[in-house]
């Protein structure tokens, strides 16, 4: 099993930045490829942005530019800087684990940008 405890979340106005930490223990592979997921009210949980073990990264079209995803091997930890946030941004962010094929997921950790 893999446990996944997320950290960073919070109220933010249009504009601000927060950062988002994830830190995985458990049964961990340090090659799985790691990344942050997000729910808003009434949609789909949808890919912000992902990072190998190796640092590649892949993101999502609205927050490249404004949000960086990075990794600690060594702390098995991932996180999210996200910069310029918008309204659109308010979700709730999963931290997301993939190890041959499967999904492990935190508990989640609630973002809102709101003046």
């Known amino acids: 099993q893999v446990q996944l405890v997320e950290s960073g979340g919070g109220l933010v106005q249009p504009g601000g930045s927060l950062r988002l930490s994830c830190a995985a223990s458990?049964?961990?592979?340090?090659?799985?490829?790691m990344g942050w997921y997000r729910q808003a009210p009434g949609k789909q949980r949808e890919l912000v942005a992902v990072?190998?073990?190796?640092?590649?990264?892949d993101y999502a079209e609205p927050v490249k530019g404004r949000f960086t995803i990075s990794r600690d091997n060594a702390k098995n930890t991932v996180y999210l800087q996200m910069n310029s946030l918008k309204p659109e941004d308010t979700a709730i962010y999963y931290c997301n684990y993939r190890r041959n094929g499967y999904d492990y997921w935190g508990q989640g950790t609630q973002v809102t940008v709101s003046s």
């Open positions: 458990g049964s961990i592979d340090s090659f799985a490829r």
């Open positions: 990072i190998t073990f190796g640092g590649r990264t």
